[in-house]
């Protein structure tokens, strides 16, 4: 049986999404099995990140300053900003290394179902950094869901007066998808955004 320290461990690391309770338990297990290579450089690393890691004041990224490395990066393009739900997606659109502009994190989607309204997002600090950056394009990617969507539309009709080119990522299929395998509700976002490439 474990130690209580050690079921306390597991309850905690039990929380981690992607982790359940036997996950948890294995990956205690074999920081407890490599206590110098890997439980003491990973308790050093938790303290650090959590004594000096700070939310950025301009877009909610996360940083050890108060204004991240991508909103001083004075290569970015300030005149875009990319509208994502959460840290996860700035960091998915980081990876392909394509978008060269800024970012805003909303901090989640509008639902009347959890209760999450317009003051619970960083919509209004949106709003701030358009006017006084002077932004000229506004690119939503929030997801594909009934929640994401109803975001996109909200935020749109709040900006539709402020002289900004408003865009959304493309939707459908994927580079190397075939129709066979995907589902109706992204072979329908496909059709409704479809290319022209040559027209009459």
């Known amino acids: 049986m474990e130690s209580k320290e050690i079921k306390n461990l597991i309850t905690l690391m039990a929380k981690i999404p992607g982790l359940g309770p036997r996950s948890a338990r294995r990956s205690v297990l074999n920081l407890i099995k490599n206590p110098e290579k890997l439980m003491l450089p990973l308790a050093k690393a938790l303290i650090q990140v959590s004594e000096n890691i700070k939310l950025c004041s301009i877009c909610g990224n996360i940083d050890s300053d108060h204004i991240c490395g991508i909103c001083k990066d004075d290569k970015r393009d300030k005149k875009i900003i990319c509208v994502v739900e959460d840290l996860t997606d700035l960091w998915a659109l980081e990876r392909s290394n394509t978008y060269k502009g800024c970012y805003h994190i909303l901090g989640g989607v509008l639902s009347a179902i959890d209760g999450i309204n317009p003051e619970d997002l960083r919509i209004k600090e949106l709003i701030n950094n358009i006017?006084?950056?002077?932004?000229?394009?506004?690119?939503?990617?929030?997801?594909?869901?009934?929640?994401?969507?109803?975001?996109?539309?909200?935020?749109?009709d709040l900006i539709k007066d402020m002289n900004v080119t408003v865009s959304r990522l493309a939707q459908g299929i994927p580079i190397g998808g075939e129709l066979d395998y995907l589902d109706d509700g992204t072979?329908?976002?496909?059709?409704?955004?479809?290319?022209i490439l040559n027209s009459k």
């Open 131 to 156: 006017k006084e950056n002077d932004v000229e394009e506004v690119i939503l990617a929030t997801s594909a869901t009934l929640a994401g969507q109803t975001t996109s539309f909200y935020i749109t």
């Open 187 to 195: 072979i329908g976002a496909a059709i409704d955004s479809r290319k």
